[in-house]
């Protein structure tokens, strides 16, 4: 891969965003690599727990503008072509959406800037994790767009209304320690270094629950977000009723009380219709 490196260790999913050159922006080789590893992630099973990290100074710059700045890609000049653009938009909003219903947890780790396109990104994740030196910032607005892929969706859903207007109409920059406040992250560290390493605990926490649990609750939280308390509580039974495992429930009881990690078998590989 030319924009990451993935690692799997003890079913934790270790992903490095890897062009700090280039201040990890998105061009169309991120997408199409980022795309690529999630339906593996996904498809595969194995991993428990995903960690996204990155390298240099930023966590990402957020899209390359050379890129999507052509009307080869946007194209404006007819009502085709503006057409158009919502198919564009769509495809690159799957990807992004894919951290949402990825079968596995997904853990953001985020240093210095967290830029346009990379807040789309890591609103998608369940967890994020910040250094002292994070900020946020929806910078679409700055260079004369709204912001297309996922962050006015998402971003209100997990801090204050008035927070989100307040960035998305100005462009404004958000601190770690104000992200800390407002509940966009669950924790700032000093270094990177010290970040990581907790976001790798974190997902190995994880790992050590039964996935399908986990699956389990990653389903119930999202719907729950977007629905009633009443179709929320009967989706809750739905998925119970479909997951409930005594055995499971024994294996994690007789493991607290030995003081060792249970044994816990591991999402079932998935398998497209058109390869049967």
């Known amino acids: 891969m030319q924009c990451f490196t993935l690692s799997q260790q003890d079913h934790v999913a270790h992903l490095v965003l890897s062009r700090p050159e280039a201040m990890n922006t998105m061009h169309p080789a991120?997408?199409?690599?980022l795309d690529e590893v999630l339906a593996q992630l996904h498809r595969e099973g194995q991993a428990r727990a995903l960690v996204i990290s990155s390298t240099g100074r930023h966590f990402s710059a957020g899209m390359a503008l050379d890129t999507f700045g052509g009307q080869d890609v946007l194209d404006d000049r007819t009502p085709e072509g503006r057409a158009a653009v919502l198919?564009?938009?769509?495809?690159?909003q799957a990807t992004f959406t894919r951290l949402e219903t990825l079968r596995i947890p997904v853990i953001a780790a985020i240093q210095g800037g967290c830029i346009g396109g990379a807040v789309d990104m890591v609103t998608a994740c369940c967890i994020r994790y910040a250094t002292a030196d994070a900020f946020f910032c929806i910078q679409e607005i700055n260079i004369g767009m709204v912001a297309d892929v996922g962050t006015l969706q998402r971003l209100p859903k997990l801090v204050p209304l008035g927070v989100v207007k307040e960035l998305a109409y100005t462009g404004r920059r958000l601190p770690a320690p104000k992200a800390l406040a407002c509940g966009l992250v669950n924790e700032v560290f000093e270094t990177a270094d010290t970040m990581v390493a907790a976001a790798l605990q974190c997902a190995r926490e994880i790992a050590a629950k039964p996935p399908v649990a986990i699956w389990g609750t990653k389903q119930v939280i999202h719907f729950a977000r977007d629905h009633s308390v009443?179709?929320?509580?009967?989706?809750?039974g739905w998925v119970q009723g479909a997951i409930w495992s005594n055995a499971h429930v024994r294996e994690a009881?007789?493991?607290?009380k030995e003081k060792r990690e249970g044994d816990f078998p591991s999402l079932q590989p998935l398998r497209s219709f058109r390869e049967l």
């Open 253 to 256: 009881v007789t493991a607290m």
């Open 230 to 236: 009443d179709d929320a509580l009967k989706q809750m």
């Open 87 to 92: 198919d564009v938009l769509a495809d690159m």
């Open 30 to 33: 991120f997408w199409r690599e």
